[in-house]
């Protein structure tokens, strides 16, 4: 099972590929601003509120 959970030689090359790749923004996912950030709001809530609900 531990054999299952490991990345194969070629999984790590494709990672390590990958980190090397600048993230490209587009029209469908722009670039987050401050300004955007700021009206950012969670759909779920986070972890430490939801006991505080109940």
Sequence with gaps: M???LAFSEEE?????????????????CPETTP???LR??????SRDCIGKRA
């Design 35 to 37: 300004e955007r950030a």
């Design 12 to 28: 790590l090359e494709s990672l390590a590929k990958a980190r090397n790749i600048p993230i490209a923004f587009d029209e469908d």
């Design 2 to 4: 531990i054999k299952e």
């Design 40 to 45: 950012f709001r969670r759909v779920n809530p």
